[in-house]
């Protein structure tokens, strides 16, 4: 066999997560493949194997290029006949174009010749090299998928049609993708992320013949709750356009029936723009398409803050910048301009007219551009902030929370979140998620948790002050809710409860239907229509009367049913530019409440108007516009990439024998305990039995694994993850990352991160395994002992996570129920005569053994893991003070070592209690 042939060895499909790589690697190997045939012939030693390898890898493409424009599957025959008319030179040439057009994405800006004539210059140009200005005119590409059972001459002639259609005043260039089958459609617009309109014809079949699994899968995400073997042929272009939005919301679905307008009348279509009547009118076929997308292409703020910055202005207003002329006419400060370039500072103002509009009273291009997101999110409202989620942290819970309303909170949320509570006179329940000591973090709030808290509060006559639900989804390492399942028992229990879900890490799962189904916007969407069915009363009434006079433990124990009455009030905050597009600081607030307009819109609007600044700052929103308008017409297919990117990277090291030694990819059976898991999933790559399709855990689970958040156990290091991730990753090889506990590092990926990122970061974790292994070769054995002592200290010496002690009895409500008053015991601390200074060593110790409650007067906040572990007005316990003693970070937030903890008196806390009386 040619050396060339045998390099690259073809991967077997288990190896593969996701198709697009199958398709792009099995791409690349024939490339290689085809150039071994053209150097060496078919008389070359080893060529027959070279040719069957050729068969093979066509073979391999051909189920999968029907669901692409490009190359096509009528030039995707011609090379193969090249292949069997023995045409070399013509097949390593037509290849090699395909791969590069492919590769670089040439051909979404023009046609790509394949055939050796038409093309004796090789100009494919990579699409990431062409300067931003020549990307930014090119008219963009997408895909239209078509779906009707034709035969060869049919479907010439509708390709045909439509690219007839074409004008040269059209906005964008799309190309047709066409399938027989209802299912073929759906692998189709879950494969193929270049399909942005389904254009749904009446002679579609149900079954797709494509049997290859890593495809079929993705029937999967559909879902296994659609019954769709018992429908009529009729019916099969309505259920395509109803699963379409299910799974794909944001593409434009256009279906052509034979039908009578009565019977299509009142069918859910989804998202269905528009229906045709028996007709093949191109044109307007053709203009709709178009006219779906630019509606997503739309980006009112950023095309506003455009036009402004051409218009010759004359400032006489704030801000010297604008225009950049206090940069221009200096004589010290024109690096400034030099690095930024002129565009930024045309668009700086402080002008909310001239075609632009005021974020605290939108009108024009502002309130357009949120209506917008909120189409993309989901929500029913949608409100942009420039200053962070921490904000709109704040601005939700000072709009909902009144002084003295009880909030049910996670305790290891954003700190933000109980500043918030402090703000808004709310009386806490900290809820305690379950720990995973073994790494120093804590997972998420088991809802058995959740639910024992109302059932107490039921129990002592409060529900009626309970006021809201706070929970982080997901949490900075990646446990996520089971969204829908814990408002729906929540609500059984309190009928008008608020839940506000802190989605700072979680803004991109909209946009991937795998995640969607976990999302606060898409579960109150959902329970919207399950407390609309007509169902939902008969099965709340029979669980009701099996309930009649059963005590809490039984309530505990069963799947509760939500009354149809119970209201759905959900909030979503999410920083967009932690995840998605959108310039630092960029967030948004997402609102799916039934009492928004009657209730809630003045106190909001008044929140709103409290945490937001009146310079906000223009180039966020805009990013926050175009990172809408991105990720409506991209977001599927760089979510995808994400995942991709996320699942190589746990595959490359789970299957390293030496990575291996000294690090491991936390699992969801390492981050997620058994019970809460009913899949019995434990990982989503197992070096034998291959990759787990996720798709079941996600759906059924009561916690999920966010594999795009990798954690890495370094602990057989010898470092710690804080020197891990500074001396190491960052210092030695420029590698960033936030995250850190004891023992673990966090990697991140996102829609940025490239297979070459992943790649760098495996020789990175190589080198630093084989560095090592060299030292311990060349280590004494006292020094093997101390290496072996420090690994030991790192991964079994762990200090166990305490739980929240209680609130003293100075900030408690009557009664045996939790919740306490953070607000008194804050402001409480703003009298230094309240407070006193307790050393950690020895001090404090002293105080409890004389049998005093010290009390904290102050947040302390160590960084990691990053939330509190005191807040103001908590009694501090031996096993708080354990966990401090055994911290071995930079940063505790809130403590003073030469002071030691701040501490309410006795004499405080005893005037309090009595003026409380």
């Not at 036009?307 to 006489?316: A, C």
């Not at 075609?355 to 942009?384: N, V, Y």
């Not at 929540?490 to 799962?509: G, M, N, Q, R, Y």
């Not at 020094?783 to 009895?809: G, I």
């Amino acid at each position: 066999m040619p050396e060339d042939a045998r390099s690259s060895p073809i991967h077997s499909i288990s190896d593969y997560y996701s198709a697009i790589q199958l398709r792009a690697d099995r791409w690349s190997a024939l490339r290689e493949t085809a150039e071994a045939l053209a150097r060496h012939g078919s008389d070359g030693r080893g060529a027959a194997k070279t040719i069957r390898r050729a068969e093979d890898l066509f073979a391999a493409l051909q189920p999968i290029e029907l669901y692409w424009a490009f190359p096509g599957i009528y030039a995707f025959d011609h090379l193969r006949r090249h292949l069997e008319h023995r045409n070399f030179d013509d097949l390593d040439h037509s290849v090699r174009r395909v791969t590069r057009a492919l590769t670089s994405g040439a051909y979404r800006r023009r046609t790509i010749p394949l055939a050796r004539d038409e093309s004796e210059v090789d100009d494919i140009e990579d699409e990431s090299t062409l300067p931003l200005e020549a990307r930014a005119l090119a008219r963009p590409y997408f895909e239209v998928l078509v779906v009707d059972r034709l035969n060869e001459q049919q479907d010439r002639w509708l390709r045909s049609s439509l690219q007839r259609m074409r004008r040269p005043e059209d906005q964008f260039v799309y190309e047709p993708v066409i399938v027989p089958s209802l299912e073929d459609a759906l692998i189709a617009i879950l494969f193929n992320h270049n399909i942005q309109a389904v254009v749904v014809r009446p002679g579609l079949e149900l079954k797709s013949h494509n049997t290859l699994p890593i495809l079929t899968r993705y029937l999967n995400r559909v879902g296994q709750d659609e019954d769709v073997e018992a429908l009529a042929p009729g019916d099969y272009g309505p259920e395509l356009t109803r699963l379409i939005a299910k799974v794909r919301p944001e593409l434009d679905a256009y279906l052509i029936t034979d039908r009578s307008v009565e019977d299509i009348a009142g069918r859910d279509l989804g998202r269905c723009r528009r229906v045709f009547y028996n007709q093949e009118d191109f044109l307007e076929l053709h203009l709709n398409i178009l006219r779906g997308v630019a509606a997503r292409n739309k980006t009112p703020f950023f095309t506003a803050l455009k036009e402004y910055s051409k218009q010759p202005t004359g400032v006489f207003h704030a801000m010297p910048i604008s225009r950049g002329k206090s940069i221009s006419r200096s004589h010290w400060i024109q690096d400034m301009g030099a690095f930024y370039g002129p565009n930024i500072f045309l668009a700086e103002t402080s002008a909310t007219s001239g075609g632009l509009d005021s974020l605290l009273e939108p009108h024009g291009p502002i309130k357009e551009a949120q209506e917008l997101a909120a189409r993309a999110f989901g929500s029913k409202q949608t409100f942009f902030a420039t200053n962070g989620t921490s904000t709109c942290n704040k601005i939700v819970v000072q709009a909902l929370v009144r002084p003295g309303d009880i909030v049910l909170v996670d305790r290891d949320c954003h700190k933000s979140h109980h500043y918030g509570m402090v703000m808004a006179g709310a009386n806490v329940v900290y809820l305690e998620s379950y720990p995973l000591n073994e790494y120093s973090m804590y997972g998420a709030v088991p809802l058995s948790e959740v639910k024992e808290k109302l059932l107490a509060l039921r129990a002592e006559g409060k529900l009626d002050r309970v006021r809201m639900l706070l929970l982080t989804n997901c949490t900075f390492d990646g446990i996520v809710y089971n969204v829908e399942r814990v408002m729906e028992e929540c609500l059984a229990i309190k009928p008008d409860l608020i839940f506000l879900w802190d989605e700072a890490w979680f803004a991109f799962a909209r946009f991937g239907p795998t995640y969607r189904q976990r999302t606060a916007m898409a579960c109150a969407n959902n329970l919207r229509e399950v407390l609309k069915h007509p169902d939902q009363v008969k099965k709340w009434e029979k669980q009701q009367k099996k309930l009649e006079g059963a005590g809490d433990e039984v309530w505990m124990k069963t799947r509760l049913v939500p009354p149809p009455h119970a209201r759905v009030r959900v909030y979503s905050t999410q920083s967009t530019h932690k995840t998605l597009t959108s310039l630092r600081q960029g967030s948004m607030i997402h609102v799916n409440d039934q009492d928004f307009k009657g209730e809630v819109e003045q106190s909001f609007h008044e929140a709103y108007m409290t945490h937001t600044s009146t310079s906000p700052n223009y180039q966020i929103i805009a990013s926050l516009d175009v990172g809408r308008r991105q990720v409506e017409l991209e977001g599927f297919e760089f979510v995808q990439r994400q995942v991709e990117a996320a699942m190589s990277l746990r595959r490359a090291i789970a299957t390293h024998a030496l990575l291996r030694k000294y690090f491991k990819v936390l699992t969801a059976g390492d981050m997620i305990p058994e019970k809460y898991r009913e899949s019995g999933v434990t990982s989503y790559y197992d070096p034998e039995q291959g990759w787990t399709d996720i798709w079941q855990c996600w759906a059924t689970d009561e916690f999920a694994l966010d594999a795009t958040r990798v954690t890495l156990s370094v602990g057989g290091t010898g470092w710690d993850g804080d020197t891990f991730k500074t001396r190491i990753l960052m210092d030695k090889y420029g590698i960033q990352i936030n995250k850190t506990s004891r023992n673990t590092v966090l990697f991140m990926t996102n829609i940025g991160t490239t297979r070459s990122s992943i790649a760098y970061l495996i020789e990175v974790l190589v080198e630093i395994a084989k560095d090592l292994d060299d030292l311990h070769d060349d280590a004494s054995k006292m020094e093997k002992r101390a290496f072996e002592r420090r690994v030991k200290s790192l991964m079994e010496d762990v200090p166990p996570l305490p739980d929240f002690s209680r609130f003293h009895e100075a900030f408690r409500s009557e009664g045996s129920t939790p919740e306490g008053d953070i607000r008194s015991a804050y402001y409480l601390s703003y009298d230094e005569d309240n407070c006193d200074y307790l050393g950690l060593e020895g001090d404090i110790d002293a105080e409890i053994e004389k049998g005093r409650e010290v009390v904290s007067a102050t947040f302390i906040i160590p960084y990691p893991p990053g939330f509190p572990i005191l807040v103001p007005g908590q009694v501090i316990s031996a096993e708080i003070l354990a966990f401090m003693r055994a911290l071995d970070v930079n940063e505790i937030h809130g403590y003073r070592p030469e002071l030691g903890l701040r501490v309410f008196t006795d004499e405080a806390l005893a005037r309090h209690a009595k003026g409380c009386d």
